[in-house]
C-alpha cells in the first residue's frame, strides 16, 4: 500500500476532531492537521468545498473527502484496518458498534458533550437538562460495562472510538466521573491502548 495522503481538518479542542485523531493515532497512520478554529474558517469557500455544512472534523485522503467524525472512523477502520476488527464483519457485531455510534451522536453529544461545549465555547443551553442527560447516559454506559471490558465486544472497536473523547471529558463541563467505576475503568482501558493520543484540556479562564 502506497502511503496515505491524509489531511485532517479540525479544532483540537473539539471531541469531534479528537476522535478522528485518536483512531488515527491508534492506526499508526500519517496525517497533517489543519487547524479550523473559527466561524470565519469555516463558513470561508475553500472549506464549504470539503464540508457544504461548514462543520468539522473533515479528512481528506488524496482526491477522497469524507466529513463527519463517525463516517470517518469507519472509512479509515475500512481502508486502512479491515481485518483488526474495529468494525466487526459479522452483522451482531456490526450492529451492536452501529448501535454505539448512534448514542455518541445521540445521547453523548446531548449530554456530556453539550455540557462541555457550554463551560468552554460558552454554548447556550439548559444546564440542568444537559447534566440529566449526562448522568443518564453515564448510567446505563456504567451498568453496561460492570461485567465487559469495551463497549460493543471483547475487544475494543469503533464503539469505544466514538465514544471516549467526550465521555472522558465529562469532567471539564461539571459532569463527575466519580460515581461511575466502570466507566472510569473504561477510560483506562481506552487510553492504556498503544498509540493513543490525549485531547488537550481546554485552557484555564486565567489563560483564555
Known amino acids: ?3 496515505p495522503d491524509l489531511t485532517l481538518y479540525g479544532l483540537r479542542l473539539s471531541g469531534h476532531s479528537h476522535r478522528a485523531e485518536l483512531f488515527l493515532s491508534l492506526l499508526g497512520l500519517p496525517y497533517r492537521f489543519v487547524e479550523v478554529a473559527g466561524a470565519a474558517q469555516r463558513e470561508a469557500p475553500a472549506f464549504r468545498r470539503l464540508n457544504p455544512l461548514g462543520q468539522v472534523p473533515v479528512l481528506t485522503d488524496g ?3 469524507i466529513p463527519d467524525s463517525n463516517a470517518i472512523l469507519v ?3 475500512a481502508r486502512y484496518a479491515p481485518e483488526a476488527g474495529w ?3 459479522d452483522p451482531v457485531g456490526a450492529a451492536q458498534v452501529q448501535r ?3 448514542i455518541a451522536a445521540g445521547e453523548v453529544r446531548a449530554g456530556p458533550a453539550h455540557a462541555r461545549l457550554m463551560v468552554v465555547f460558552g454554548a447556550a443551553g439548559d444546564r440542568s437538562a444537559v447534566h440529566a442527560t449526562a448522568a443518564r447516559i453515564l448510567a446505563f454506559m456504567d451498568a453496561h460495562l460492570a461485567d465487559r471490558p469495551y463497549l460493543a465486544a471483547d475487544r475494543p472497536t469503533l464503539a469505544d472510538i466514538a465514544c471516549y473523547s467526550y465521555v472522558a471529558h465529562a469532567p471539564e463541563g461539571g459532569v463527575p466521573l466519580e ?3 466502570a466507566v472510569r475503568a473504561w477510560i483506562a482501558r481506552v487510553q492504556a491502548l498503544p498509540g493513543f493520543t490525549p485531547m488537550p484540556a481546554p485552557p484555564s479562564p486565567e489563560q483564555a
Open 75 to 77: 472509512y479509515l477502520a
Open 179 to 181: 460515581p461511575y467505576p
Open 63 to 65: 482526491a477522497t473527502v
Open 100 to 102: 454505539w455510534l448512534s
Open 1 to 3: 500500500m502506497t502511503t
Open 87 to 89: 468494525m466487526p464483519a
